[in-house]
């Protein structure tokens, strides 16, 4: 069974639960890795600029390794398109922080 946040946003924690071999400190701490790295991120989608493809390859790269599946097809059809998705893939990144927060909260961890 899947488990996906409440948010519709796509995360499969059990992808992460299984990478982890079950571990969920390791879980939890991959997790409050993505949110740190998440903040800044929604900075830079505020204004993209110069490196907005890099920016949405390293969301995307990230978004796949943690089972965010939704945010990592946003973010791949960013990271081909232009800088007019930043809106689309910022809320497509704050869902799925949501949902982190909202699972964080379930398992004890946030």
Avoid: C, N
């Avoid at 071999?21 to 939890?28: E, K, L, W």
């Avoid at 946003?74 to 081909?80: L, M, N, T, W, Y």
């Avoid at 922080?97 to 398992?107: H, K, N, P, Q």
């Amino acid at each position: 069974m899947r488990r996906r946040g409440s948010s519709g946003a796509g995360m499969e924690f059990d992808y992460l639960e299984g990478f982890a071999a079950g571990d969920m400190q390791v879980v939890t701490e991959v997790l409050a890795l993505f949110q740190g790295q998440a903040e800044g991120w929604r900075v830079k989608l505020e204004a993209p600029g110069e490196g907005w493809r890099d920016l949405a390859h390293t969301i995307k790269g990230a978004a796949r390794g943690i089972g965010a599946t939704a945010l990592g097809d946003v973010a791949d059809r960013a990271e081909r398109g232009d800088a007019s998705m930043a809106p689309e893939l910022k809320t497509a990144l704050d869902a799925t922080v949501a949902d982190i927060e909202g699972y964080l909260t379930r398992i004890g961890g946030g």
